[in-house]
Structure formats: structure tokens, C-alpha cells
């Protein structure tokens, strides 16, 4: 997967590393981690499974334009996990530090398991953003499960309300911006992937997706515009 970088976000790719050279692979996750959230990214490792990066100096994070630096890590650990390819069972987990400017570090670990979880739902996401994006609405609710305690709405609230909001809007790309777990009592965890919704000159859109990981075909569990 490519990233695109966003309209919104610092531009500048600066890459630095404590320890030089960096890895063909490892430096293409780097790029992959500057290419969503701008700024520079520099990386050390601490033990020989573990990868650790810091992302540094994005305007993104200094202007709070995520809803927390937790979101930034897993975004960026993320990136960094498919920029890698082939390479990404090297480690067994990715350390993300991110720091805003003139405020202090915070630190979140990601295992390859919870990657690899994030990377298997993806597809899916990327085919219902694709679905909106292109105006593609017929069958649309075969893409959703129904859980009145997760979608507070009727079904067809819902899919009126994507339809509205992409329908007078000219969209490019999604670009996964972070992703979560979401327990739910008695039933399978979700996966939240959170993004933007780009726009060719305009300001991108926030929107997240809840999946069910265990379902086959995927099945979504509620959509919204925000970063949940």
C-alpha cells in the first residue's frame, strides 16, 4: 500500500536515525510514517524483536488535529508495519513514540499479532471507502451487521447519512490514520480504523469504520465522520 500525503499535513519528509544505516525496509516504513503525518521520525532499536521510532516536529500532532497522540502511535505504527512488506515479521512489536513540540513524550507498543489484525481488516475498509468515494450505494447494506447497541440508529439512518455527505463531495483517497480494538460484552472484539477522506485541494474528511475481524464475508458495525 502507497501512502499519499495529505493536503492538510507538513509536507517536509525528514528522516533521522540513531543508528545509520537504516534498512532498506525498515526505511521505507519510516517514509511510510512521514508520508501520513509529516514531520521526522527517528528510530533506535532496544532489543533485537523490537523496533522502536519516534515521530517528531509533525504539525499535525502540534496542532492537535488528531484526538490523541494513542491514535498518532497506532497510525503510525501502522504505516510503518506496511512499509516494511515482506519484512514486517521481523519484529515482533513496534514501539511508537510520538513527540509534540515543547510537551512530553508518550510511548505505545504494538504487537505484530495487533498489526497483522489491523492489516487483515483493511481491505475491507478500503472497499466500502472505495464503494463512497466512487457512488456506489446499490448493496451497500450488505456491508453492515446490525447491532442496535453499537448503531444507535435504523440501518437505512445510516447509509442515508454516508450517502448525503459523499454524495456532494469529490473524494480520492481514504488514508488510515489509526486504529483501535473495541471490546464489545459477549461477542467478538472490533477493530476501529479511523482516516481522512481526501479531497484534490480541499480539506480532508474524518471517518472511521468499525469491523468485525472474526467475520467472514467482513461485516462493518457502525461508520461515521469523526476520528472515533
Do not use: W
Request: proline fraction near 8%.
Amino acid at each position: 500500500m502507497r501512502f499519499r500525503l495529505l493536503p492538510l499535513l507538513c509536507p517536509l519528509l525528514l528522516l533521522s536515525c540513531a543508528d545509520a544505516p537504516t534498512p532498506a525496509p525498515e526505511a521505507e516504513g519510516m517514509k511510510a510514517v512521514t508520508a501520513v503525518f509529516g514531520g521526522s521520525v527517528d528510530t533506535a532499536r532496544r532489543a533485537p524483536r523490537n523496533f522502536v521510532l519516534t515521530l517528531a516536529r509533525s504539525a499535525a500532532v502540534d496542532n492537535n488535529y488528531f484526538p490523541s497522540n494513542k491514535h498518532v502511535a497506532s497510525g503510525a505504527a501502522y504505516a510503518f508495519y506496511e512499509g516494511l512488506g515482506a519484512a514486517a515479521g521481523r519484529y515482533d512489536s513496534i514501539v511508537v513514540g510520538v513527540q509534540p513540540t515543547g510537551r512530553p513524550l508518550e510511548e505505545a507498543t504494538f504487537s505484530h499479532a495487533q498489526l497483522a489484525e489491523a492489516a487483515s481488516v483493511m481491505p475491507f475498509v478500503q472497499e466500502l471507502t472505495g464503494r463512497l468515494r466512487r457512488k456506489q450505494y446499490e448493496g451497500l447494506a450488505n456491508y453492515f451487521a446490525y447491532d442496535p447497541a453499537l448503531m444507535t440508529r435504523p440501518l437505512d439512518s445510516v447509509l442515508a447519512t454516508l450517502r448525503a455527505q459523499t454524495e456532494r463531495n469529490r473524494y480520492d483517497t481514504f488514508q488510515p490514520t489509526g486504529f483501535r480494538p473495541m471490546e464489545r460484552p459477549g461477542s467478538n472484539r472490533l477493530i476501529v480504523v479511523s482516516g481522512l477522506l481526501s479531497q484534490d485541494g480541499g480539506k480532508p474528511t474524518p471517518f472511521s469504520v468499525a469491523v468485525d475481524p472474526a467475520s467472514q464475508p467482513r461485516k462493518a458495525y457502525f461508520a461515521l465522520f469523526a476520528l472515533y
